[in-house]
């Protein structure tokens, strides 16, 4: 959008930048693909194209059905959107601040538009500091209402603002996930892991440049590697955190 809210506008971009990364990504020769198929390869049941791109969406905002989804299936690029159930359903309660969003009816627009549902937990909370009860309540709630409203599973997670840990790897596992995206800031690769995929964000302030040198496999770390003392030591300060003052908003 042109004129975002201000706590989102660093991760938004305007349409014709957007239209100019699209249209990048199909002169690059990249084969987009959905994060099924890279399930698919990272389980062993199919291999992937060559030069493969995976397009994803978090959140479920207002312009995911219009503007987002016609400009996709234009250039016939599939993708996939991960959902905050929380705030895309009528009365529903989550942390994301204001914003317009779009309404769990249309999730089923968004696939036969050739874009891939996937979960962003209930609320939008920072996961790695919740209680089990909690990491629970937000992992299996927002899969269930996802798949009460398509009519068949979901078989994948995105956590909000990439935050996990091993726990929160391993109750995704649980409750019956196949993939979970993080963020990670990296290339993901085709020994990426499963409960953590890497991503890069596209952000307002990155040049039309800077995505070409991600299309070209430039620019950015390579997954998988491990987390390093400053990922850790930030997540401990947010757990203790969060114990004074509750689920925080991961943003």
Not at 30 to 56: C, E, N, Q
Not at 144 to 154: Q, W
Not at 187 to 216: C, K, M, N, P, Q
């Amino acid at each position: 959008m042109d004129d975002p809210p201000a706590w989102i506008a660093e991760f938004t971009v305007s349409p014709q930048d957007f239209a100019a990364q699209l249209d990048a990504i199909v002169d690059s020769g990249r084969t987009p693909v959905t994060i099924s198929a890279v399930a698919d390869h990272l389980a062993g049941r199919a291999s992937l194209p060559s030069r493969p791109v995976v397009l994803t969406f978090d959140d479920g905002f207002a312009d995911l059905p219009g503007p987002t989804a016609e400009a996709l299936a234009d250039r016939g690029l599939p993708a996939t959107a991960y959902l905050t159930t929380g705030a895309v359903t009528p009365g529903g309660r989550s942390l994301l601040p204001p914003a317009p969003m779009m309404t769990l009816d249309r999730a089923a627009e968004l696939e036969r538009s050739g874009m891939e549902i996937g979960s962003h937990t209930v609320t939008h909370a920072q996961l790695d500091t919740l209680s089990g009860k909690a990491l629970a309540h937000e992992l299996r709630t927002s899969k269930a209402v996802l798949e009460d409203a398509l009519g068949h599973p979901v078989r994948h997670l995105a956590y909000p603002h990439g935050y996990n840990s091993p726990r929160v790897r391993a109750e995704s596992a649980r409750a019956g996930y196949e993939t979970a995206s993080a963020v990670r800031h990296a290339l993901s690769s085709r020994r990426d892991e499963r409960y953590r995929i890497a991503r890069l964000i596209v952000r307002r302030g990155h040049t039309l440049a800077d995505f070409e040198g991600w299309l070209a496999g430039d620019g950015a770390r390579i997954a998988p590697y491990r987390d390093g003392p400053k990922t850790v030591g930030w997540r401990w300060y947010r757990r203790a955190r969060a114990v004074v003052r509750g689920p925080v908003f991961a943003g």
